[in-house]
């Protein structure tokens, strides 16, 4: 145009400028209402929406800078969840970003202990000064604490409303030193679930309620980026534990490490109904794995399945990172039963109250399914994880979740073949 300036002052005027103006002031008017309804909720609903729109409504979300604190608050003002419950999420998602840091370099075999037990210990610190939270169970070291006792008032009227369970850091050695991502997974629930009898067995009466009664439930995933997911039970009460997750919410939101804060970047998260992966440990087929497992498996990787499409591995050995991707893509992942009573060696399942049960939670709302079995000569019955009542804080169990009719097709070979 600045070099062709004579052409252009001839066509302002002549009289097809007019029609120029037409179209700039159309495009005035339309544009900026196109860009107001979408910014202001025009989508709602993100199950519908081809890949760019679920793309451009995360991005959205991402422009609003939605924090954890108010994705909170908006729930606390739609009556969706109590203030004491937003506050206890809202400390428990700080642990997560002071761990996340402490994570930045490297550990090695020796070190990763350390550092277990420095996030077991910013967590307790954490839910202590929050006042709001009366115990405290932690699979790290293998028993219960009781935390924030005679803190002062904090919480609702200064009552302490909530038990709170945590598996705070899972660093194996290689995982460590080759910089591969872990996890913190929690679940909330409200003191007094379970029948207490005795003062002195307080504590742990406090954590035998099952995973029905989770008023929420959450993981952070420290990997290239710091992924909070939550969990959280719409109403706040718990739900009949034969009846699934309904009426519940999945978020998640990443760290800005510019701010130290986590905004939401996946609102609304649902698992596809089926995938095509599958995540299981196969360094223990041979001789640990039930039957139905492995018939399952080997019918899906030759695309014998009931989609006839073949199903490939992907398993990290992190069991967070590995329930995200599943989370996100769908398929199965399990983690069979096969240790002692106590669960010890590398086969040895997931801890029923502090892992299991928050994650079923997650997969549930996210409309998944996640059930349960004990030992692999068991013939009893798979249940839902979240039915299941631990019988001590550090029983463990098998774990198969993921993708509703991956499941469902995964039972029928487990009846079929044995557990």
């Known amino acids: 145009l600045i070099l062709n300036g004579e052409s252009l002052r001839y066509k302002l005027r002549s009289e097809s400028f007019g029609e120029m103006r037409l179209l700039v002031g159309f495009l005035a008017v339309a544009l900026p209402c196109a860009l107001a309804f979408t910014w202001t909720g025009g989508l709602q609903s993100t199950e519908r929406l081809p890949g760019t729109g679920r793309a451009w409504h995360r991005w959205r979300t991402r422009c609003r800078s939605e924090t954890v604190g108010d994705f909170m608050r908006a729930e606390v003002e739609a009556q969706r969840c109590s203030e004491g419950l937003a506050g206890v999420l809202a400390t428990l998602a700080g642990g997560c970003a002071e761990v996340s840091r402490e994570l930045r370099t490297p550990a090695t075999s020796s070190e990763n ?17 929050d006042g709001r939270v009366a115990c405290l169970s932690t699979s790290s070291r293998g028993e219960k604490t009781a935390g924030s006792q005679a803190l002062g008032e904090g919480g609702e009227g200064g009552a302490q409303l909530y038990s709170v369970v945590l598996s705070p850091l899972a660093l194996g050695g290689e995982l460590g030193e080759a910089c591969i991502g ?30 029905s009664d989770l008023l929420a439930a959450g ?37 800005d490490p510019t701010t130290g804060s986590f905004k939401r970047a996946f609102p609304d998260m649902v698992i596809p109904a089926r995938g095509k992966l599958y995540s299981v440990d196969d360094g223990i087929r041979a001789s640990r794995w039930p039957r139905g497992l492995a018939s399952w498996i080997d019918a899906v990787r030759a695309g014998e399945g009931a989609t006839s499409e073949a199903y490939s591995s992907r398993f990290i050995g992190s069991t967070v990172l590995d329930v995200h991707r599943t989370l996100l893509y769908g398929g199965l992942y399990a983690s069979p039963f096969a240790g002692s009573e106590k669960g010890e060696g590398s086969e040895a399942g997931v801890s029923l109250l502090h892992v299991a049960a928050p994650l079923a939670m997650i997969l549930e709302a996210a409309k998944g399914a996640a059930v349960t079995g004990s030992k692999a000569t068991t013939k009893a019955p798979f249940e839902r994880v979240l039915c299941v009542s631990p019988k001590r804080p550090d029983e463990r169990c098998s774990l198969y979740l993921g993708s509703p009719e991956d499941v469902a097709e995964l039972e029928a070979f487990l009846e079929r073949d044995g557990r």
């Open 219 to 255: 993981y952070a995933m420290y990997s290239s980026s710091t992924i909070l997911v939550l969990a959280l039970r719409t109403g706040g009460s718990p739900a009949s534990p034969a009846s699934p997750v309904n009426g519940s919410s999945v978020n998640g939101f990443a760290l």
């Open 113 to 129: 202990q350390d550092l277990e037990d420095e996030a077991a210990a910013i967590f307790e610190a954490a839910v202590a000064r």
């Open 182 to 211: 872990s996890g913190t997974v929690f679940g909330v629930y409200e003191k007094g679930a379970a029948e207490e009898e005795e003062e002195e067995e307080e504590t742990t009466g406090a954590f035998l309620a099952p995973g």
